[in-house]
Nanobody, 122 residues
Framework: QVQLVESGGGLVQAGDSLRLSCETSGLTFDQSAMGWFRQAAGKEREFVAAISASARTTYSADFVKGRFAISRDNAKNTAYLQMNSLKPDDTAIYYC???????????????WGRGTQVTVSS
C-alpha cells in the first residue's frame, strides 16, 4: 500500500520560512517523480513544484521562484519543499504527489498525501 504523509506545516508570520516533508512508503521512490501542489480555500488546486526521480530536473511555479525549493532524499524516501519569504497568499493546504513523469499537471500523479496546512499571517 502506497502512503504519502506530509508534515511541517503550521502558522507563521509573513517573511518566515517552513520546510515541508513528504515521507513515502510502499513506493519505488527512486523511480518516482514527486510534486507539490497547494489548494487555498475556495480555489482550485495549483502546481507549486516538481522534481524528477534523479533530481536532475525541477520545475517551479512562477509565483514561488526564488522563494521555494523542492528537493528529495532517495535514501530516506522523502521529498521536501523549502519555503522562504512566506506571504499571506501562500496560505493553503499543501499536498505532495508521486507519479512516473515530472510534470506540472495534477492528473499525471497517481498517489497523493492528505496535505498539511500552511497559514501565513500578515
Amino acid at each position: 500500500q502506497v502512503q504519502l504523509v506530509e508534515s511541517g506545516g503550521g502558522l507563521v508570520q509573513a517573511g518566515d520560512s517552513l520546510r515541508l516533508s513528504c515521507e513515502t512508503s510502499g513506493l519505488t521512490f527512486d523511480q518516482s517523480a514527486m510534486g507539490w501542489f497547494r489548494q487555498a480555500a475556495g480555489k482550485e488546486r495549483e502546481f507549486v513544484a516538481a522534481i524528477s526521480a534523479s533530481a536532475r530536473t525541477t520545475y517551479s511555479a512562477d509565483f514561488v521562484k526564488g522563494r521555494f525549493a523542492i528537493s528529495r532524499d532517495n535514501a530516506k524516501n522523502t521529498a521536501y519543499l523549502q519555503m522562504n519569504s512566506l506571504k499571506p497568499d501562500d496560505t493553503a493546504i499543501y499536498y505532495c504527489a508521486a507519479g512516473r513523469v515530472t510534470t506540472t499537471t495534477p492528473s499525471t500523479y497517481f498517489h497523493w498525501g492528505r496535505g498539511t496546512q500552511v497559514t501565513v499571517s500578515s
